[in-house]
């Protein structure tokens, strides 16, 4: 029963674009959302974060967005670049608490030059 | 500033043998949580510690695991009596307080023969 849904296995992007993933998520209760980056043979890596209150959350070329009636929310970066080539998790919570975040299986984003 | 440190980060075993996997959280961090990544999957929740606590652990195995985080030294998960389905990576994270981001480490790569 998969909570937390990342429904596209892979992304092709052209270098400069904008590459959008997408989440969305069955239980009401979460209020807290995150983004991490893997790597091969590496850990996650923290990339941004939206709480329940706000729609929108913005850090460099990475935004966040949050529509909780559709309980769907997206990461867009803009421009993309090779280095964003990865695995991309979507990760949630429930009473702000990071105790147990609840991971999607992943998007792997490719950006060609 | 190193970050979360994980040991060994590849380990094989045989069926029946023990599996014995480490983590160093970042400094000042005293919250540690241990996820498991089967293949094509995303990262699921197995236990979170704070020193010498279990905090919540909803997401163990009830026979053959174990997690403790004691006083001193690295937090230990445990794996007794491995089976082939244990093959996975074992990621640890840590933050420093219990609504703060989570940092992983690198990951253990258990092969169960």
């Known amino acids: 029963d998969q909570q937390v849904k990342q429904n596209s296995p892979s992304l092709s992007v052209q270098e400069g674009r904008i590459s959008i993933l997408n989440c969305d998520y069955t239980?009401?209760?979460?209020?807290?959302f995150l983004w991490y980056k893997k790597y091969p043979a590496e850990g996650p890596t923290f990339l941004i974060s939206i709480s329940s209150i706000k729609d929108k959350n913005e850090d460099g070329r990475f935004t966040v967005f949050l529509n909780k009636s559709a309980k769907h929310l997206s990461l867009h970066i803009v421009p993309s670049q090779p280095g964003d080539s990865a695995v991309y998790f979507c990760?949630?919570?429930?009473?702000?608490?990071?105790?147990?975040?609840?991971f999607g299986k992943g998007t792997k984003l490719s950006v060609k030059p | 500033n190193a970050g979360v440190m994980q040991n060994p980060r590849h380990l094989v075993r045989r069926r029946g043998q023990e599996a014995r996997l480490r983590c160093s959280p970042m400094?000042?961090?005293?919250?540690v949580y241990w996820y498991r990544q089967l293949p094509e999957e995303g990262l699921k929740f197995m236990v979170y510690?704070?020193?010498?606590?279990?905090?919540?652990e909803s997401g163990m195995p009830k026979e053959r695991f174990s997690a403790e985080f004691p006083k001193e030294g690295p937090s230990i998960l445990r794996i007794q009596q491995v089976v082939r389905g244990d093959s996975a990576a074992y990621f640890c994270?840590?933050?420093?307080?219990?609504?703060?981001?989570?940092?992983f480490g690198p990951g253990t790569r258990l092969l169960v023969l």
């Open positions: 400094k000042g961090h005293s919250h």
């Open positions: 994270a840590s933050s420093i307080g219990a609504q703060e981001t989570q940092y």
């Open positions: 990760a949630a919570t429930i009473g702000g608490s990071q105790g147990n975040l609840i």
């Open positions: 239980n009401s209760m979460f209020d807290y």
């Open positions: 510690l704070q020193k010498e606590n279990i905090i919540d």
